[in-house]
């Protein structure tokens, strides 16, 4: 990170196994991540991590990154495959910081628009990555809906992402390209609300 010259921003990961069997020693790595190597925020798989996005294992994770003030993004791409009902769908995840006592608290991203569930976002809070999921919504449903849809969700909440290398950077310049967005929107979505949520400035 410190290499790039300031140009990459680091997360760290989480795991509920391996080296890290328990919450507290997650924390305590955590910590170390942020106030040693300087990373700045947390990402959050709970696919990956095999649990749901609402485990209670979870809270003091996310309770140590709000006391960090480091954002908390989580994969929010629900399968049918992952069951009950989806590990990671954004409901889960808003029941997981409700019962952390972070209700919009926490500097929040979540990745992916929530795939299938991606309405839950209109109304919800925290900040939304369309990655992968915009191409999806307009394949199925056209450009025209895919813009309202973010509209509805809000331009202050949205934020560019691609889920590379798996979806190329050219596929979505195509589909913005076809979006009404002023050059003000633009700038917020590629840029601005990302600094905002980093504090870039």
């Not at 170390?32 to 809270?59: F, M, Q, W």
């Not at 989806?86 to 995840?93: M, Q, Y």
């Not at 209109?122 to 939304?128: F, L």
Request: aromatic share 10%; charged share 20%.
């Amino acid at each position: 990170m410190n290499e790039s010259g300031g140009r990459f921003i680091a997360f760290a990961d989480c795991t509920l196994g391996g080296s890290y069997d328990e919450p507290g020693e997650v924390v305590s790595e955590l910590e170390r991540a942020v106030r040693t190597l300087g990373l700045r925020g947390l990402k959050i798989h709970p696919s990956n991590l095999k649990t749901a996005a609402d485990d209670r294992r979870l809270e003091p994770i996310v309770q140590a990154a709000a006391r960090l003030e480091i954002p908390v993004v989580f994969h929010s791409n629900p399968r049918a495959f992952d069951v009950p009902f989806g590990l990671s769908p954004p409901a889960r995840v808003y029941q997981l910081l409700a019962a952390s006592g972070l209700a919009e608290g926490l500097p929040l991203v979540l990745a992916h628009m929530g795939g299938v569930q991606f309405l839950d976002l209109v109304g919800g809070y925290g900040y939304v990555d369309f990655s992968g999921t915009l191409l999806w919504l307009c394949e199925l449903y056209g450009t025209e809906f895919a813009e309202r849809l973010l509209r509805k969700i809000g331009l202050d909440r949205v934020l560019f992402g691609t889920d590379y290398p798996i979806h190329a950077y050219e596929r979505y310049y195509a589909v913005l390209d076809g979006m009404e967005f002023t050059d003000a929107e633009i700038e917020q979505i590629a840029y601005g609300n990302a600094a905002s949520l980093l504090t870039l400035g």
